[in-house]
């Protein structure tokens, strides 16, 4: 008679693996911390200046390198030990971290400060998320729980979201945003931690010399070519070009639509995360990758639609409730099209796609938090965000009009593309 497995281990099942678990535990301490920084970041920057041009171009700064520089960070990570380069970034966001916590609790922080250490957390970001991404593979023996892997990853991000931005905002009204740099910059600690005491199999670091142009231009091709991944990131980045940027508008919601202050923005961060998490764990209870497409089409509807009702709402009490729906919808998709990119493509090239998957996903946000900026200065924050809506929606509605083309072509190999 066949055993029945139990839902919780079937929830859990990828932090069987050692090096999962370490990952795991650390990251999530260290995602705490860099969730209290950005938002403390955003409201730093608002307190200042009062400008949403300003407020749009310090996010425009942390992910404009993304954008610019994914593909060569993804050429890198597919040629070196990928350990080694995830905890050199980790070092080099420690020490921006420690930095903006000196210049902030000594009073001596100014904007341009604020730029160019967003600029070089950026940079740092291009390198150690796709390596990060392509890391997981290695973390996990049993590539049958690999989904459930990328899954519980984003359960991590999400917990921590849900946590962070709460915190942040009761550290912001009491103390101040420098106590929150600080303690990111010491959460650091436990990723490197749990790096350092990893055991990875020897074949990470033993991997063929490739040209940068000749890797470049594979890399391009094979995203271009294999239509399943070319539809999956178009829609990874018209989501968040012009959905995911909201996120940098919440300060002027804050003040300006529902009257608070930096404890109203944590609690709109954390309502999100509720939905994130919710989702996350959605993702984490799937047993395969089956039907994955749809829920990648249906997802942008759902966050489209929260989008348009936070623009309408003018209290709290709807602003929060439909917080959670925004967050499922844009974690069950993000997360979703990671999940499949993973199962899809060549391990030879995962590194690339994980790049512009990054570049995607991250690298659209400084474009978007840009034009929102621009947008929110002419038209106002509302009515930026309602058309930031309409148009994920109507993205979900155009890649579920190519569903059918997208399954005939995975479905005969679900493990690797058919070519």
Request: aromatic share 8%; proline share 4%; net charge positive.
């Amino acid at each position: 008679m066949r055993r029945r497995i139990r839902p919780v281990f079937l929830l859990f099942r990828s932090l069987r693996h050692r090096n999962f678990r370490l990952f795991f535990m650390g990251q999530g301490i260290s995602l705490i911390g860099t969730w209290m920084q950005m938002t403390a970041v955003a409201w730093l920057v608002w307190r200042m200046t009062h400008d949403p041009f300003l407020l749009g171009l310090v996010g425009f700064a942390a992910r404009i390198p993304t954008f610019l520089f994914s593909p060569v960070a993804g050429v890198i990570v597919d040629r070196v030990d990928r350990r080694r380069l995830i905890l050199a970034m980790q070092f080099l966001a420690m020490a921006q971290a420690l930095t903006l916590a000196l210049l902030t609790l000594t009073g001596r922080i100014e904007i341009w400060h604020v730029l160019v250490l967003s600029l070089m957390l950026g940079f740092v970001n291009t390198l150690d998320v796709p390596a990060r991404q392509s890391f997981l593979v290695l973390m996990i023996r049993r590539r049958a729980d690999l989904t459930n892997a990328i899954a519980m990853n984003s359960t991590m991000v999400n917990g921590a979201r849900l946590i962070g931005p709460s915190v942040a905002g009761i550290m912001i009204a009491g103390v101040g945003e420098g106590l929150c740099f600080l303690l990111n910059g010491l959460s650091y600690v436990a990723v490197i931690a749990g790096l350092l005491m990893m055991r990875i199999p020897r074949r990470d670091s033993e991997r063929q010399p490739m040209a940068m142009s000749e890797g470049l231009r594979e890399g391009f091709r094979y995203a271009r070519d294999f239509e399943p991944v070319r539809h999956l990131l178009l829609l990874a980045a018209l989501v968040s070009l012009m959905g995911a940027s909201y996120t940098q508008l919440l300060p002027i919601f804050s003040e300006q639509v529902l009257h608070g202050d930096a404890r109203t923005q944590g609690w709109l961060l954390s309502a999100a995360a509720v939905g994130a998490l919710a989702g996350a764990l959605y993702l984490a209870g799937r047993k395969t990758v089956r039907g994955l497409e749809t829920v990648i089409a249906r997802a942008p509807l759902y966050f489209g639609a929260g989008l348009v009702v936070l623009a309408a709402s003018r209290t709290l009490w709807l602003s929060l409730a439909v917080m959670p729906v925004i967050g499922i919808g844009l974690i069950v998709h993000m997360a979703s099209t990671n999940t499949l990119l993973q199962t899809i493509v060549d391990d030879g090239k995962r590194g690339r796609v994980m790049s512009f998957y990054t570049m995607a996903f991250m690298g659209m946000v400084p474009l978007g938090s840009l034009l929102a900026g621009i947008l929110a200065d002419l038209v106002g924050a509302p009515l930026t965000v309602a058309a930031g809506g309409a148009c994920c929606m109507a993205g979900g509605i155009a890649f579920h009009g190519r569903l059918a083309r997208i399954r005939a072509i995975v479905s005969p190999a679900p493990g690797r593309p058919s070519q």
